[in-house]
Every structure is written in C-alpha cells, then in structure tokens.
C-alpha cells in the first residue's frame, strides 16, 4: 500500500522567510504532485514532478524530485502573507495505475 | 464551462437517504476521477473514467456508492443509504489524458444528520 507523508503538518512562519515541506512516499513512483488549496476552496495544481531531479519553481516556491530517495520537497523563499493556505503533495502509483495518493496537507500560515 | 463544476455545492441530507452529486468536466477532457476529503485529511480516491466506462473503482468503500458517466462527458456519483460516516467533500476532477494534471472542482460538501 502507497504511503505519502508530508511534514510538518503545521507550519506558522513569519513573512520574509523561508522553509521547506517535505513529503516522503513509501513505493517507487515517477510522478508526483503539489497542490494548493485555500479554504473552502477546490485544489489548485502547482507543480507536477515527472522524473528523478526533477526541478520546477513558481514564484517563491520550488519543487524537486528525488525519486531514489522517494522525497520530494516544497521550499518557500522569502514567505508571504498570500501563501497561506494548505499544500498537498500526491503521488501517482505508476504502472497502469490513474490513483493519487495524496499526503495529509501541510497548513502554513504565513504571519505579517 | 472554464472550469471543472460540481453540483450541489452542499446537500445536507438525513440518514438513510440517496443522493446524487453531479460533476461537470472541462471540455475535452477524457479522464475523469472523483475523490471524497474528509475534514483535516488528503483527498482519497473512490473511482477513475476513461471516457464513459469505470476504468478503475477499487476506492469505491462500499456497494451503496456507484458512479456513472454515460456519454463520458458528465458523471453522477449516488449514494445510496447514507450513513453519517459519508460526511465529506465530494471532489471530482478531470485530465485530458490519463496521466496528465488533475484540475479539481471546488467540491459537493456532504452532510449526513
């Protein structure tokens, strides 16, 4: 069974800095997913990580794929208060399989 | 539509009813999934379609939920017998192929009293 666990799940940061989410799967797989999603709001796609090295960035955040060590991260540079929300990371079984599975979230609360 | 659209956006219902939430996908797209989030948790998958069949149903929890899409465009998802554990968002999602980038609605709230 494919295991995908994010931490922290709780994150309250002030503006200006930086942190990293990480999200760790317990299965081999070549594509995983962030999304974004505000509160009583749907998911918004952010990045999709499709091979080993794989490095994307947006903005403040940047995404990687490390899929020998099957860990992805999310790194925040220089926070602010419009990031707030809750990221899910989601990984996609491979081999035939259309499932994600996502982590628990990770909320982030970005503080003036 | 510019978007994937669910309908209702709430229903709150009593226990042991039927209900029906209905999911619009974006145009073009071929694959579509739906999904049910409980509070505070990941969104969990129930079932995948590739056009009008169920291509895969293996998170479907029980025989009360069943999901059709017939002319694989709009899909249904109905629930039979609700009990008060189905209590959750309801999210549907579309892909133009069967690997690509989900695009989520904003989700069918649930409430079973």
């Known amino acids: 069974e494919l295991k995908v666990e994010q931490n922290p799940l709780f994150l309250s940061m002030q503006e200006g800095k930086n942190y990293t989410i990480y999200c760790n799967y317990s299965t081999t797989s070549d594509r995983l997913y962030w999304y974004r999603q505000d509160p009583g709001k749907s998911l918004e796609s952010l990045f999709v990580l499709l091979s080993n090295g794989a490095v994307k960035q947006e903005g403040r955040l940047m995404a990687s794929l490390d899929t020998k060590a099957r860990l992805s991260t999310l790194h925040i540079t220089a926070a602010v208060h419009d990031l707030s929300a809750t990221y899910f990371c989601?990984?996609?079984?491979?081999?035939?399989?259309?499932?994600?599975?996502f982590g628990k979230g990770t909320k982030l609360s970005v503080i003036p | 539509g510019a978007g994937v659209s669910q309908t209702p956006s709430n229903k709150v219902t009593e226990k042991g009813k039927y209900v029906e939430l209905r999911c619009d996908p974006i145009s073009g797209h071929t694959a579509l999934y739906w999904y049910r989030q409980s509070l505070g948790q990941g969104p969990e998958f129930l079932i995948y379609?590739?056009?009008?069949?169920?291509?895969?149903d293996s998170g479907l929890p029980n025989d009360r939920f069943f999901a059709v899409r017939p002319e694989g465009s709009v899909s249904t998802l109905k629930i039979q017998r609700t009990e008060r554990g189905d209590s959750a968002v309801y999210l549907c999602?579309?892909?133009?192929?069967?690997?690509?980038?989900?695009?989520f609605g904003e989700g069918s709230r649930l409430t079973v009293l």
């Open positions: 989601a990984v996609d079984r491979g081999a035939g399989s259309y499932q994600l599975t």
């Open positions: 999602a579309s892909s133009r192929t069967n690997t690509g980038e989900l695009f």
């Open positions: 379609f590739q056009g009008t069949g169920a291509a895969d």
